[in-house]
């Protein structure tokens, strides 16, 4: 069964910028896998920060991006802050009305 | 604004049936898709499936043998059915809106904590 990848920890440093993936363990992420990433602060319910591939969420600042990069759908974080310190899910449209998750990519801003 | 919120048991015994409600305010469950996430404890987030307002369903082949998803529009509630539930179902159980149009899950509820154990 195809598994959805995520690197599982990340660092970067204040101002700096980041870049989370989401793979497949076979096959490439395309715009057709409706690549949507979630942010999720200890103890709350994750929120909404881009959807189909690049669409920024109300509110969420330009800061976040979503995109496609070779293989893999991509979050960015251009000029990090403390309260981006977050786990990040991406989920995928695996077809035949199926989602998955990605196993989720801690953020720690040091 | 929309809001969710689920409701249920928050503690099981091995071998019973979780049953979670998510009650829908500022807003109609209807023409939209509804969905159901759960998180184990320090672990990844998970599908659980969805239903149409009409009653039309999908779920996580991992978990379709056990799952039911329902809405009740008289009640502008979805509920979640998981029977014969074990220990490795202890999770905070989460419902979402799921827009297939937009393609993303949004708002969440605020997540329930069901613990299964003897």
């Known amino acids: 069964q195809t598994v959805v990848t995520q690197e599982p920890s990340f660092s970067v440093s204040p101002g700096g910028t980041v870049t989370v993936t989401c793979g497949l363990s076979s096959g490439s992420v395309s715009t057709g896998y409706y690549p949507s990433w979630y942010q999720q602060s200890p103890g709350q319910a994750p929120r909404t920060l881009i959807y189909?591939?690049?669409t920024r969420s109300s509110g969420v600042p330009d800061r976040f991006s979503g995109s496609i990069l070779g293989s893999k759908a991509a979050l960015t974080i251009t000029g990090a802050q403390a309260d981006d310190e977050s786990d990040y899910y991406c989920?995928?449209?695996?077809?035949?009305?199926?989602?998955?998750f990605g196993g989720g990519t801690k953020l720690t801003v040091l | 604004q929309l809001q969710l919120q689920e409701s249920g048991p928050g503690l099981l015994r091995p071998s019973e049936s979780l049953s979670l409600t998510c009650t829908v305010s500022?807003?109609?469950?209807?023409?939209?898709?509804w969905t159901w996430i759960r998180q184990p404890p320090g672990e990844g987030l998970e599908w659980i499936g969805y239903v149409y307002y009409s009653g039309t369903t999908n779920y996580n082949p991992s978990l379709r043998s056990r799952v039911t998803i329902s809405v009740d529009m008289s009640k502008n509630q979805v509920s979640l059915i998981l029977s014969s539930v074990t220990a490795a179902d202890t999770a905070v159980y989460y419902c979402?809106?799921?827009?297939?149009?937009?393609?993303?899950?949004?708002?969440w509820g605020q997540g329930i904590l069901v613990t299964v154990s003897s």
């Open positions: 500022g807003g109609s469950i209807s023409g939209d898709h």
């Open positions: 989920l995928l449209y695996m077809g035949s009305g199926v989602w998955m």
């Open positions: 979402a809106r799921y827009q297939e149009w937009l393609h993303w899950f949004d708002p």
């Open positions: 189909s591939t690049n």
